[in-house]
C-alpha cells in the first residue's frame, strides 16, 4: 500500500532555493545529515546587518551541535557602501541578501530579514527607531521567533552605546523585547492565525572583544567552536572563513583560521548556563510524544551507513520516513524533519531532477517551453510532475528527460520591491513572505516521486540554465517579467534654464509580436514631444530606442517622468533592471520606469573632467548627463598622458582604499593641481589608504559622520568662493538630501586648508571635516566627505550646484 504525505517543500534549507535545483551531498556529507536527524534543538542568532553574523558560532551550531540555526539581520545592508560596483540602496540590498544566502550555504544556517531598511548609519538606537516604525519590526522579530521556534536566541550586540551603531543596538533591544512578546498571546495576536506563541528558553548576549571593545569576562560561559570536524574535513575557522569571505562587496575577504578558539556568553533573560547552551532543553525526540522508537531508528541508520554505498540506507530511510509521518503530530519541527528525511532519500538514492525554462526571462501570461531531466541509481523510480500528464521510470544511471508547457500569471519580483516603500521601511505583504529571505521562486513545478512503493512530495523552482565558456554550467533563477519593459536612460535629469532635452527610452520585448504605445507622463509645466510613440517589437528579445524631446515651461514643477507602456489593453510601468557577479546568482528584477525631472539654473566653469574609478559610483554617468565630457582615466594615461586638457580631475569614493596603483600616481596628480588643475577627492575611510597623505598638505581621516540628512549646515565662510562662484549657494540647497549628509569627516587639518562647512547631529559638538579646500600652486584640491555619490545621482538639486562650485576654476 502506498504512503504518502503532502508538504510544501522547503529544501534542506531556503538557501539551496537558487544554488542548485536538487540537493547532492558526498558520503560525508550524508552522514553529517543523518546525525542531525536526531536533533531537535534550535538556535537563533539576532543582529542588524548583513557581516555582523558570527559564522564562525553559526557553523559550529549548525554543523558540530547539530541544531537548526538560524541567523535574522534586521535589515539586507541596503544602506552601506558597495566595494565591487557602482549599485546602491536597494541594489545593493539585493546583493547583499544573495551573499548572505552564499554564506549560509557554508556554514549551514538559514537566513531571515525583516521588513526594516538599512538606511545608513545611525548614532543611537532612539534615531533608528524615529526612521523605523519599532511596533513593525518588533512584529516581525515576533513572527519568524514563533515561525522558527528557537530554543535559544543569542544577540551580538548590547542595547546601548557599546554597539557602535544605532541599528546594532536597536537589533538587542529588539530582540530581548520578542522574547518575551513571542510568547504573550495579547502581543500581535493576529500572528495567531498562522501562528503559535513560542517561549524560548533563554536569550544571551555573544560576547566580544575586537574593535577596541573587551566585553569578554572569565565568569561567562565560554565555549571552544574552534574545534575539528572529520567529516568536514575542517574546523569551523576555516568554514567560518569560506562563508565571511562571500560577503565581497564589503571586502570582507576572510583568512582560514584554525585551532581552539573561545566564544563568550552572558544572560539577558532566562539565566546562564553554566556548560552548555541548551542546559535544561531537550534536544532529542524525547520532546515529541510517541516518538520514542524514532531515535533508535536514526541510530540504526546511522551505525549501518555505508559510505561507499550509500544505497544500502534507502530502505531504512524510507520507514523512518513512514514511522514520522505516523506520529500524531503536525508541529514545525517534525515537518523539517519530514523534509530532510525525504532529502536524504534522494541523495541516498542519488536520485536527481530538474525543471528549466528555455529563455532566462519569459513573459507573464506567456505560454513557454519546459523541460525536465531526471536520474537516479535506483532501478524503478517513478516521477510524476505537474506540467504535464507524463510520468518517468526511472532505471539505474539511465538519464531521461520529458517537455512541457508552463505559464507565470504573475511578474517576479522580490516581495520587498513590490511597492514604493518609505524611508525606514520596506511594504512586505503578508508576514509569512519573511520565511523567504530572497522571495518565493517566480514558478514552480510540483513533483511526486515513488520509490519503494512511498510517494514524496517534492516543489522545485523553475530555473534557467546554460553553459559558459569559462565557468561551465550555470544556474540563474527565472525572471517573469512585463511583455514589454521600459528603460530609462538616468535616474535624474536636470534641465538648465528653459532648455530641451532628448530622453531615450529602451523598450524590450520578452515575447513575439508585441505591439503598443509608449507615453510618458510628466509633471505639470513639462512638455513632451511626441505625445505617444507607437511600436511593433516582432521577436523576442528585439530591443527598440525611442526618443523624447523634452522641455520646461516657466513655472515647470520638478518631479517624476513615468514611461508608461499599452500593450493589449494593459499598462506597463516597469524597466528591467539585471545584477550579474559571479560570486551570486543573476538578480533580475522591475524598477519603475520613473525618473526625476529637475530645471535648475546651473553653472560651471567646467567641462572636461578626468574620473579615477574606486570603489564604484554612478557619478561618472551623472556628470555626463549634466552635458560634461567624462573620461575615465586610466593609470597609463595619468602617468604618461597630458592631464592639462581636464579642467578637473575627480577620484571615485574610496579609491585611495581600493586602488593601490595611486601611490605611485599621488605624484602625477599632485603636479597636476600644481600647474593649474582641480582636484577632487571623494570620501575614503581611514584604512586601510594605500598612502598616509591623500593631499598636498597633511589630513586625518576620521569616523565622524552626519547622518541626521536634514541637519543644519552652517556656513563657517560664507565668503568663500566654494559657496559663491559659479553658483550661490544657500540653506535652500541642502533641503532633500537624502540618507545622510556626510561620511569620514576629516580632523587634524594642516591650516592651508579651508572648512567654509560645519554641521552635526542632534545632541553632537559641531564638526567642520565635510570640506576640504586648498590653493596648492596654481590650482586647486578639495577633498569632501559630502555624500554626492548618493544625491547627484537622486537629483538633488543643491548637491548639483555645490558640486559644480568645487570643480570650476
Known amino acids: 500500500m502506498k504512503s504518502r504525505i503532502i508538504l510544501f517543500f522547503f529544501l534542506i534549507n531556503t538557501t539551496f532555493l537558487f544554488a542548485q535545483n536538487s540537493p547532492q551531498l558526498n558520503s560525508s556529507d550524508i552522514l553529517q545529515n543523518i546525525k542531525k536527524l536526531n536533533v531537535t534543538g534550535s538556535v537563533l542568532y539576532i543582529a542588524a546587518h548583513p557581516d555582523d553574523e558570527n559564522t564562525r558560532l553559526l557553523a559550529y551550531l549548525a554543523k558540530e551541535k547539530n541544531y537548526k540555526t538560524g541567523y535574522l539581520a534586521l535589515t539586507r545592508g541596503d544602506g552601506g557602501q558597495n566595494l565591487i560596483g557602482n549599485e546602491q540602496s536597494e541594489d545593493l540590498g539585493l546583493i547583499r541578501t544573495q551573499e548572505l ?99 524560548a ?148 538514492s542519488g536520485t536527481w531532477f530538474e525543471a528549466y525554462a528555455e529563455n532566462p526571462q519569459i513573459a507573464v501570461n506567456n505560454p513557454f517551453k519546459v523541460k525536465i531531466d531526471a536520474i537516479s541509481q535506483l532501478d524503478n ?35 520587498w520591491l513590490k511597492n514604493e516603500h518609505e524611508v525606514g521601511m520596506y511594504e512586505i505583504g503578508n508576514q509569512n513572505n519573511l520565511m523567504f529571505p530572497e522571495g518565493k521562486p517566480a514558478t514552480t513545478i510540483d513533483f511526486i516521486v515513488t520509490i519503494n512503493g512511498v510517494e514524496l512530495s517534492f516543489t522545485r523552482p523553475l530555473v534557467y540554465k546554460y553553459t559558459d565558456q569559462v565557468r561551465g554550467e550555470v544556474y540563474q533563477p527565472l525572471a517573469i517579467t512585463p511583455p514589454v519593459t521600459a528603460n530609462l536612460d538616468a535616474k535624474a535629469f536636470i534641465f538648465n534654464s528653459d532648455g530641451s532635452k532628448d530622453i531615450h527610452v529602451k523598450l524590450k520585448a520578452f515575447k513575439n509580436d508585441a505591439k503598443g504605445t509608449l507615453s510618458l507622463e510628466l509633471p505639470k ?173 597633511p589630513f586625518t581621516i576620521s569616523r565622524d559622520r552626519v547622518t541626521e540628512e536634514d541637519a543644519k549646515v552652517n556656513f563657517v565662510k560664507p565668503e568663500s568662493k566654494a559657496l559663491n562662484y559659479p553658483n550661490k549657494i544657500t540653506e535652500n540647497d541642502f533641503k532633500d538630501w537624502i540618507q545622510e549628509r556626510g561620511i569620514y569627516f576629516t580632523t587634524d587639518e594642516d591650516n592651508h586648508y579651508e572648512k567654509p562647512l560645519s554641521m552635526k547631529d542632534t545632541g553632537e559638538k559641531e564638526s567642520d571635516g565635510s570640506l576640504l579646500i586648498a590653493n596648492y600652486g596654481k590650482g586647486k584640491f578639495v577633498y569632501t566627505g559630502l555624500v554626492f555619490f548618493r544625491e547627484l545621482p537622486a537629483g538633488v538639486p543643491g548637491a548639483y550646484k555645490l558640486f559644480m562650485n568645487l570643480i570650476s576654476k
Open 101 to 199: 544566502l552564499a554564506a549560509r550555504r557554508n556554514d549551514g544556517a538559514v537566513q531571515f530579514f525583516t521588513r526594516a531598511n538599512d538606511f545608513g548609519f545611525s548614532k543611537t538606537p532612539q534615531e533608528t527607531f524615529k526612521i523605523w516604525n519599532k511596533d513593525s519590526i518588533l512584529s516581525d522579530v515576533v513572527y519568524i521567533i514563533r515561525k522558527f521556534k528557537p530554543d535559544v536566541i543569542i544577540t551580538r550586540f548590547p542595547p546601548d552605546s557599546r554597539a557602535g551603531h544605532g541599528h546594532h543596538a536597536a537589533s538587542s533591544i529588539l530582540a530581548q523585547e520578542a522574547f518575551d512578546a513571542a510568547a504573550n498571546p495579547k502581543m500581535f495576536p493576529n500572528q495567531l492565525k498562522e501562528v503559535q506563541v513560542w517561549q
Open 201 to 348: 528558553k533563554r536569550i544571551l548576549w555573544n560576547n566580544y572583544n575586537f574593535g577596541g571593545n573587551d566585553n569578554t569576562a572569565e565568569d561567562q560561559l565560554k565555549i571552544d567552536v574552534g574545534v575539528y570536524n572529520p567529516l568536514l574535513g575542517k574546523s569551523y575557522g576555516e568554514i567560518a572563513a569560506e562563508s565571511r569571505s562571500n560577503h565581497k562587496s564589503q571586502g570582507f575577504g576572510s583568512a582560514r583560521q584554525r585551532g581552539s578558539s573561545l566564544e563568550y556568553f552572558s544572560a539577558w533573560k532566562g539565566g546562564l548556563p553554566k556548560t552548555d547552551l541548551m542546559e535544561g532543553v531537550k534536544t532529542d525526540w524525547s520532546r515529541i510524544d510517541g516518538a520514542g522508537n524514532i531515535a533508535k531508528q536514526i541510530e540504526n541508520i546511522q551505525n549501518s551507513y555505508d559510505a561507499s554505498n550509500p544505497k544500502k540506507s534507502v530502505a531504512d530511510l524510507l520507514q523512518l520516513y513512514q514511522s514520522i509521518t505516523s506520529l500524531k503530530n503536525n508541529s514545525s519541527l517534525v515537518e523539517d524533519k519530514l523534509n530532510e528525511v525525504k532529502n536524504l532519500i534522494l541523495t541516498c
Open 381 to 415: 523510480i517513478v516521477i510524476n510532475s505537474s506540467i504535464n500528464q507524463e510520468k518517468l521510470t526511472l532505471s539505474s544511471n539511465k538519464f531521461q528527460s520529458i517537455n512541457g508547457t508552463q505559464t507565470a500569471k504573475e511578474i517576479s519580483q522580490p516581495y
Open 525 to 697: 509645466g513639462w512638455i513632451a514631444y511626441p505625445a505617444k510613440v507607437d511600436f511593433n517589437l516582432k521577436k523576442y528579445g528585439e530591443e527598440q530606442d525611442l526618443v523624447f524631446k523634452i522641455s520646461a515651461q516657466a513655472k515647470a514643477q520638478n518631479g517624476d517622468l513615468i514611461a508608461t507602456v499599452l500593450i493589449d489593453g494593459e499598462k506597463f510601468t516597469k524597466g528591467i533592471k539585471t545584477i550579474s557577479y559571479e560570486h551570486i546568482p543573476t538578480i533580475t528584477y522591475f524598477q519603475s520606469a520613473k525618473a526625476k525631472l529637475v530645471k535648475l539654473d546651473l553653472k560651471t566653469t567646467a567641462k572636461n573632467i578626468g574620473y579615477i574609478a574606486g570603489a564604484g559610483d554612478l557619478m561618472p554617468e551623472t556628470l555626463k548627463e549634466i552635458g560634461l565630457n567624462v573620461t575615465m582615466l586610466s593609470e597609463n594615461e595619468i602617468m604618461n598622458g597630458d592631464l592639462s586638457k581636464y579642467d578637473a580631475i575627480i577620484a571615485g569614493i574610496r579609491a585611495y582604499n581600493v586602488n593601490d596603483r595611486l601611490k605611485f600616481e599621488q605624484a602625477k596628480l599632485m603636479k597636476y593641481v600644481e600647474n593649474g588643475g582641480t582636484y577632487l577627492v571623494q570620501y575614503n575611510v581611514n584604512r586601510p589608504l594605500v598612502l598616509d597623505q591623500i593631499g598636498p598638505y
